[in-house]
Every structure is written in C-alpha cells, then in structure tokens.
C-alpha cells in the first residue's frame, strides 16, 4: 500500500495561485497513474485531473481547464497540481490518489473507484 503525502493547501483569494504536492515513499511511482480529486463540504469528491504513469494523456474536468496542471517527477516520487486563477468554488480539500497497477500507462481515470490509494488530503479555500 502506497503512502501518499499531500501539501501546499492554504487560504488564497480569488485570482491566485496556489501550487499543491504528493509525495510517496517506497514504491515504483513510475507505475502508477495519478490523479487529484477534491471535496467541498456537503458535496461528493470530484476527479480534478488525472496523468498516466507514462505522462503522455492528462484529463481534466471541464470546471478547471485551461487553469489547473497536472504534472509528476518519477524522480522524486512525486505529483504537482498547479492551480492558477483560482475560483471560490475551488474551495475544497484535494487529494492525491494512485490508481490500481495493471491499467494501460496511456489511459487515466476520472473515477475514483480506480484509485486504491489515497492522502490525507489539503484544504484549498479562495476567500476574497
């Protein structure tokens, strides 16, 4: 089981930028596609944004495109989301999750039921 550590959530207004991180310890992360999720209170955890373990295909839900990246260094065991132009109804906490070995390394989820491993998670407000 994967160990996956989140940070760089905080308090941002309207407009800003923030840049959030995972890492894991342990693993060959070069394996597994990745994805950011996130979670407002009183609402369901939406897919965010995905990335393949080859790097080649990322999906992004409409709401964030043209605003969040995705990106991964197999390097440092590690998956960046940059979030730029941030809304108010970006406001959640987001998690970092691995999808199960054997998929495809050119095809990543939206679906969190094809994630196995997960954060703890970051809180994300935007608040003028």
């Known amino acids: 089981q994967l160990q996956l550590v989140e940070s760089g959530g905080g308090l941002v207004q309207p407009g800003g930028s923030l840049r959030l991180s995972c890492v894991a310890s342990?693993?060959?992360?070069?394996?597994?596609?990745l994805g950011w999720f996130r979670q407002a209170p009183g609402k369901e955890r939406e897919g965010v944004v995905c990335?393949?373990?080859?790097?080649?295909?990322?999906t992004h839900v409409d709401s964030v495109k043209g605003r969040f990246i995705i990106s991964r260094d197999n390097a440092k065991n590690s998956v960046y989301l940059q979030m730029n132009n941030l809304k108010p109804e970006d406001t959640a906490v987001y998690y970092c999750?691995?999808?199960?070995?054997?998929?495809?390394?050119?095809?990543?989820?939206?679906?969190?039921?094809?994630?196995?491993?997960w954060g703890q998670g970051t809180q994300v407000i935007v608040s003028s």
């Open positions: 999750a691995a999808q199960g070995l054997g998929a495809s390394p050119y095809v990543c989820y939206s679906s969190a039921s094809e994630y196995y491993d």
């Open positions: 342990g693993v060959t992360w070069d394996s597994y596609g």
């Open positions: 990335i393949s373990s080859s790097g080649d295909t990322t």
